[in-house]
C-alpha cells in the first residue's frame, strides 16, 4: 500500500505529516483508473469514495481531509476540529486551508497544477494551496503565508507534483500577468527568468516550479524543497488534465499529529 504514496522528503518537524496519493492503486475504471480521489469529474461516486476511504486508512489519517470545491482562486480557509472529527460546514469554495489544530487534515487535489505544503519550523501550523498559474499569479501563496503567525518561526514548503517546465506552454499575456503581479524588482526577475521562448508564435514554456519559489522568497519563504515530477509525463504515477482532460485527480496532505 505504501507504494501508492509519495511522502514528501524534507526536514518538517516530526508532528508534521504529509502524503501525496498517486493513481497506482484505488477502484475507479477508465479514463480515471485508478486512484482518483475527486467527486467533480464524472467518475462513479462510490469508487471515489471508496478511494477517499482507503486513503484514510492506509495513511492513519486521524480524520477525513478537508475537501474544497477548488475554483483557481486564491481563497483559503480554517480547517478546525473538533474531537478529532472536522466541524460541519459542506465543503468550502476555495483553494487552500490550514490549521493550528492537530488532527486536521489539509488536502488539495490537483492534475497539473502545483500543489503547496507549508508548515513551520514549531510544528505549530500547516497549510495546503492549490497553485494553478492564475493562482499562484494572483497571490495564493502569499495569502498562505500570511495564515502564519510570524513569531512562530521559519515557514517551509514542499511543491508537490506538477506540469513541468518542458510541457507547460502557454501565451505571452501569461507572462504579462505575471509580470503585472511582481513584488518587487528581484521578483521581477525572477518571474521573466520562468519564462523560455517557445517555437510557438507567442509563446512560452512556464516553470510553474521556479514561478512559486519566486513567489514564496517575495513573501519570506526560503526553505522550499520538491519540485521534481512532471505530472504530464509521468502518467502511470500522476493524473493531467493538460494530457488527457478527462481524468482523475491526486491528493496533496498535511496534518499534525499531538506533540508527545
Request: hydrophobic share 40%; with cysteine; glycine share 8%.
Amino acid at each position: 500500500m505504501a507504494n501508492h504514496y509519495l511522502i514528501p522528503d524534507w526536514p518538517a518537524p516530526k508532528n508534521v505529516r504529509s502524503a501525496i496519493s498517486l493513481r497506482t492503486g484505488g477502484v475507479s475504471e477508465a479514463p480515471f483508473n485508478g486512484n482518483n480521489l475527486a467527486l467533480h469529474v464524472e467518475d462513479n461516486p462510490a469508487h471515489v469514495l471508496a478511494n477517499r476511504q482507503t486513503l484514510v486508512t492506509a495513511l492513519n489519517l486521524p480524520c477525513d481531509p478537508l475537501w474544497l470545491e477548488q475554483v483557481h482562486g486564491t481563497d483559503i480557509v480554517y480547517a478546525p476540529n473538533i474531537k478529532g472529527v472536522p466541524k460541519a460546514q459542506g465543503i468550502p469554495s476555495a483553494d487552500g486551508s490550514y490549521t493550528d489544530t492537530a488532527n486536521t487534515v489539509c488536502a488539495v487535489l490537483t492534475a497539473d497544477c502545483l500543489p503547496v505544503l507549508l508548515c513551520n519550523q514549531s510544528g505549530t501550523h500547516v497549510a495546503a494551496a492549490h497553485a494553478g498559474w492564475r493562482g499562484l499569479c494572483n497571490g495564493i501563496l502569499r495569502d498562505s503565508v500570511a495564515t502564519f503567525p510570524q513569531h512562530d518561526g521559519q515557514i517551509m514548503a514542499y511543491l508537490g507534483p506538477a506540469i513541468g517546465p518542458q510541457t507547460f506552454e502557454v501565451g505571452a499575456e501569461v507572462l504579462e500577468a505575471f509580470l503585472a503581479k511582481a513584488q518587487n524588482a528581484e521578483h521581477q526577475q525572477a518571474i521573466k527568468a520562468a519564462f523560455v521562448s517557445s517555437s510557438g508564435a507567442g509563446k512560452h514554456l512556464a516553470d510553474l516550479y521556479a514561478l512559486a519559489r519566486a513567489e514564496l522568497a517575495a513573501s519570506g519563504v526560503t526553505a522550499v524543497y520538491g519540485g521534481e515530477c512532471c505530472t504530464f509525463s509521468q502518467p502511470e504515477q500522476f493524473y493531467s488534465y493538460r494530457r488527457d482532460r478527462k481524468t482523475g485527480r491526486n491528493a496533496s496532505l498535511i496534518w499534525m499529529e499531538n506533540s508527545n
